[in-house]
Structure formats: C-alpha cells, structure tokens
Nanobody, 115 residues
C-alpha cells in the first residue's frame, strides 16, 4: 500500500473535517510527478472521484465538491489534504486517496455525517 489516508470520523451536518494522505513509501522525486486524487465510496454506491491535484497545485473538483471541498498538497512532506466544509449527510462515505492511473487504493478513511 503506497498511500495512507486518515482523519475521518463522525461529524454533524454543517461541520468540517480535514483528511490527510501520506505517501511514506514513495520517494520525493517520484511523488512530485504524480497527479493525486481523492475518491469516495458511499454505502451501496460506486466509488466516485471527488477531485484531483497536480504537483503544481492545479485542482479539479466534482460538482458535488465545488465550493465546499479544497484539495492541497505538500510535496516536500509527501502529504495531500482534503479540507471538507459544510458537510452534508450525502458526504458520508469511505474516502480514498489515489495516485492517478494506479491500481493501489489503500484502506481509506470513513467519514460519517449525521443529521
């Protein structure tokens, strides 16, 4: 497993969480070439892309995340973040970080938003 996601938990609707994704097994020179992604899988649903970030910090977001979620990364620390604000019950899912194009998904971290 190349990536370790953490930071999930139980939060009330309207609240916020920050997820982190560390890549301790990747060397820096490789990490900085990767486009990194956050995905999520809600109960009974297919996994979906939340957003992505290039090494230079350019981001793309799914419509469901725009205006509420922010992806950032610290290349020197090999860590990516997902700041989630104004959380909704519909955001309840297991969140995974992912190297674009890879087959490695890791364990993910569970986010539960209560009403």
């Amino acid at each position: 497993v190349l990536l370790q996601a953490c930071g999930g938990g139980l939060v009330q609707a309207g609240g916020f969480l920050r997820l982190s994704c560390a890549a301790p097994r990747l060397i820096f020179s490789t990490y900085v070439t990767y486009v990194m992604e956050w995905h999520r899988q809600a109960p009974g649903k297919q996994r979906e892309l939340v957003g992505s970030i290039t090494s230079g910090g350019q981001t793309l977001y799914a419509d469901s995340a725009k205006g509420r979620f922010t992806i950032s990364r610290n290349n020197s620390r090999k860590i990516m973040y997902l700041q989630m604000n104004s959380l909704q019950v519909e955001d309840t899912a297991v969140y995974y970080c992912h190297v674009q194009g890879s087959d490695d998904w890791g364990k993910g971290t569970l986010v539960t938003v209560s009403s």
